[in-house]
C-alpha cells in the first residue's frame, strides 16, 4: 500500500505511531489517521535523514527502512551544533533545534564510518555569524539542517565519498581540505571548495 497527503484510515494511525516512535514531531494532532501536512513534513525529514527520495510518499522503500529499529540520536549533543558567534547574536541554536534529519544522517555516517567520532566543526549559524564568515545568503547552516564535518581517523577525500553515497538527494561539500560539508535540503546539491 502507498500512502501520501489526503490518505486516511488504519494505515495512516499506524505510520504516524512509527513516526512518532523515530522521534519525529506530528504536531497536536499526532497520529489521528489523517495523512496531512504535519505527517507530510515528518515523513520529508525521515526520508532526507536516511537517504531516501525525499517525495513524501509512504512507498515500498520508505516502508522498509521504517521497519527497522529506530535510530536513537546517541553520539551528537546540542552543544556541538551551537553557533560559533558565542551568544553575542543569538541563543545559540535555531528556534525549533537541529533538524531530527541531519542527525539521523550524521548518525548513519558515524555507523557506516565503523563508529569511527564525527566532530562538528560548524553546525548551526545565526543570520549575523553566517554573514562574518562569508556563508551563502541561503545556507542551510541557518536553519540547523546543515553541519560541517571531521571524521576522525577517516582521509577527507574518503569521508567525502561516505557522505556523497549516503547523502544521494541533500547537499554534500567535497573538497574541503580537511571538512566534508552535508546538509539535508530537499534537492541534490554537489560542490567542490
Known amino acids: 500500500m502507498v500512502m501520501k497527503k489526503g490518505s486516511h484510515g488504519t494505515e495512516v ?3 504516524q505511531k512509527v513516526l512518532l516512535d523515530w522521534g519525529f514531531d506530528l504536531g497536536k494532532w499526532g497520529d489521528d489517521g489523517v495523512f496531512g501536512k504535519a ?7 525521515f526520508q532526507r535523514g536516511m537517504g531516501i527520495l525525499p517525495d513524501g510518499i509512504a512507498g515500498p522503500q520508505t516502508m522498509d527502512k521504517l521497519q527497522e529499529d529506530p535510530l536513537r540520536i546517541t553520539h551528537f549533543r546540542d552543544v556541538e551544533f551551537y553557533c560559533h558567534c558565542l551568544r553575542r547574536y543569538c541563543k545559540g541554536l535555531p528556534k525549533d533545534g537541529i533538524d531530527l534529519s541531519l542527525l539521523l544522517l550524521l548518525e548513519r555516517i558515524r555507523s ?3 563508529d569511527l567520532p564525527v566532530i562538528i566543526t560548524s553546525g548551526y ?6 554573514r562574518k564568515t562569508g556563508g551563502a545568503l541561503l545556507s542551510q547552516h541557518l536553519y540547523g539542517r ?4 571531521i ?8 569521508a567525502n565519498v561516505l ?3 549516503l ?3 541533500g547537499g554534500v561539500g567535497l573538497g574541503g581540505e580537511n571538512i566534508t560539508h552535508v546538509d539535508v535540503r530537499s534537492r541534490r546539491a554537489r560542490w567542490r571548495y
Open 125 to 130: 549559524r545565526c543570520p549575523v555569524w553566517n
Open 163 to 165: 557522505c556523497d553515497e
Open 151 to 158: 571524521i576522525r581517523g577517516m582521509a577527507v577525500e574518503d
Open 167 to 169: 547523502n544521494p538527494y
Open 112 to 114: 557506516a564510518a565503523g
Open 146 to 149: 546543515a553541519a560541517d564535518i
Open 13 to 15: 494511525r499506524i505510520l
Open 39 to 45: 505527517t507530510q513534513k515528518a515523513l520529508l525529514g
